[in-house]
């Protein structure tokens, strides 16, 4: 698997990470890092199983 860089924002009420160099979105919401990032993680494998690997930019 490539390596994807995740960007994770702390918010008010919540964390938002999100992925770049996905042709397509993958995001993901926590109420911790941890658990933003772990969604955010599911999130991109969804999208390779969903639409392959060659979806990167």
Do not use: C, Q, W
């Amino acid at each position: 698997m490539r390596r994807i860089k995740i960007i994770i924002e702390e918010h008010p009420n919540a964390y938002v990470a999100y992925s770049t160099g996905l042709k397509g979105v993958a995001v993901g919401e926590g109420a911790t890092y941890e658990a933003a990032l772990a969604d955010v993680k599911s999130a991109i494998r969804f999208h390779f199983e969903s639409f392959g690997e060659e979806t990167t930019g």
